[in-house]
């Protein structure tokens, strides 16, 4: 058997198990914090938001322990970019999806802010590592301050609403009395269970990614960017298309742009502080295609009475296809 196709077995064993494990962390999660009464506003807005990046960022985290930067860093951008003009692209193409005029003034400025300091950071004096440019772990200390800071606004934000008419918190408060129904012992089980699975199910989707792109010689980074990124995105692909499919359009827009804004701040962050992430060589272009699509979401939500129509959905489609294929050609040039 070919050495890519053992690796590609694992990279699929690891990327099951890693979705695996997020849902069965953010039950058992659900169920420990509805048991002691936390609020159903608090478990929304931090252990079910937290569940949707777990699997990057236990692979980042094993990537990171492992030396392999150029994975994490592909698997963050790639993830982002994939967000936007993958899986809101599809979206949009199935169903015109209209888009909550408080996440244009709020979550998508922060989203964007987050992606200009990533940047920012990034293009700092080298500090990585000795002659190379990238995120130190003094400036994951940054993004994971960054994370604390608009958890506390959006908890506060939504504290500010309750008693409105508000999606989110209706879906927060279903999780809850859901969690409710599992006993405390079970909440522990899942817990614990979704751990080991994002721990085991990290290492083997790393070990099989570096594999992969050994194997077929290309870079970590190229095989962070496309395979593992996608592969990474599929809790939120899932979610988005169940969203658009049960006419909840604005939640699937929700979901990615929180989903990026934890992958900056949370998932490069942690990533940082645990190793170094140096810039990979190459790498301006797919982080200006993730600053572009990052941007061009609040023209498109202002558009067409607040939807993103289809036309603008095959945009986003026809983005994230040219940024890929121009990845794999400058990585085979």
């Not at 392999?68 to 967000?83: D, E, T």
């Not at 067409?304 to 085979?332: C, Q």
Request: glycine share 10%; proline share 4%; net charge positive.
């Amino acid at each position: 058997m070919p050495d890519w196709i053992l690796h590609a077995l694992l990279f699929a064993v690891g990327v099951a198990l890693l979705i695996a494990g997020g849902d069965a962390l953010v039950r058992g999660s659900v169920t420990i914090a509805a048991r002691l009464r936390v609020a159903p506003l608090i478990i929304g807005l931090t252990v079910v938001a937290f569940g949707t990046s777990a699997p990057e960022l236990a692979l980042n985290i094993a990537a990171a322990l492992s030396g392999s930067s150029g994975l994490s860093f592909g698997n963050v951008v790639g993830s982002n970019i994939a967000n936007i003009g993958l899986i809101l692209g599809l979206c949009a193409v199935v169903k015109p999806m209209i888009v909550n005029a408080q996440l244009v003034r709020r979550e998508m400025p922060i989203m964007i802010a987050a992606t200009a300091a990533l940047i920012a950071l990034l293009a700092l004096p080298p500090d990585a590592e000795p002659g190379r440019r990238g995120i130190a772990r003094l400036d994951g200390a940054i993004l994971l301050a960054g994370f604390a800071l608009f958890t506390w606004s959006m908890i506060r934000a939504a504290r500010r609403s309750e008693g409105k008419p508000d999606e989110f918190i209706d879906d927060a408060t279903a999780v809850t009395v859901e969690g409710r129904t599992r006993s405390m012992r079970l909440g522990w089980l899942l817990t614990i269970a979704g751990l080991a699975l994002l721990v085991g199910g990290g290492k083997l989707a790393e070990v099989g990614a570096t594999g992969i792109a050994r194997a077929l010689g290309f870079s970590d980074q190229l095989i962070g960017l496309t395979v593992v990124a996608v592969a990474t995105s599929l809790p939120e692909l899932a979610a988005s298309l169940m969203a658009v499919r049960k006419g909840h359009t604005d939640l699937a827009v929700g979901n990615v742009v929180g989903s990026n804004i934890f992958n900056i701040l949370l998932v490069m962050g942690a990533t940082g502080a645990v190793r170094p992430v140096p810039l990979p060589e190459g790498s301006l272009f797919s982080l200006l295609a993730m600053a572009l699509l990052s941007v061009l979401l609040i023209p498109m939500s202002q558009t067409a009475n607040r939807h993103i129509s289809r036309f603008e959905g095959l945009v986003l489609l026809s983005i994230y296809a040219g940024t890929i294929a121009w990845s794999i050609r400058a990585a085979l040039a």
